[in-house]
């Protein structure tokens, strides 16, 4: 069993920085994917920033040149940078942990809110 717990999230100006961090727990697979996913009110899960246990990342068009994922696999630890905050970028975003041919195939966090006002 794996559990993820979020935490960075807060209310931040326009312009201001934050930076996310989700730690791993349990039965984790050597060869795995986390990243960040946000959901803003009444709109689907969508990806904001990915990484493999390799060092592939892939971020969502809105947030290349601003934000920055990373991860330190000793301590199964992803985290977030966030820069040039926008007001947009205001939802609540989500770790996620997918491994392939393990039952789940992903986990979720509970999620932290991010609020960017003008």
């Known amino acids: 069993q794996v559990q993820l717990v979020e935490s960075g999230g807060g209310l931040v100006q326009a312009g201001g920085s934050l930076r996310l961090s989700c730690a791993a727990s349990g039965r984790i697979r050597a060869i795995n994917i986390m990243g960040w996913y946000l959901q803003a009110p009444g709109k689907q899960r969508e990806l904001v920033a990915a ?3 390799g060092g592939t990342t892939n971020y969502a068009d809105s947030v290349k040149g601003r934000f920055t994922i990373s991860r330190d696999n000793a301590k199964n630890t992803v ?5 040039s905050l926008k007001p947009e970028d205001t939802a609540v975003y989500y770790c996620n942990l997918k491994q392939i041919l393990a039952a789940p195939p992903e986990y979720w966090g509970q999620g932290t809110q991010v609020t960017v006002s003008s």
């Open 79 to 83: 985290y977030l940078q966030m820069n």
């Open 51 to 53: 990484m493999t246990s």
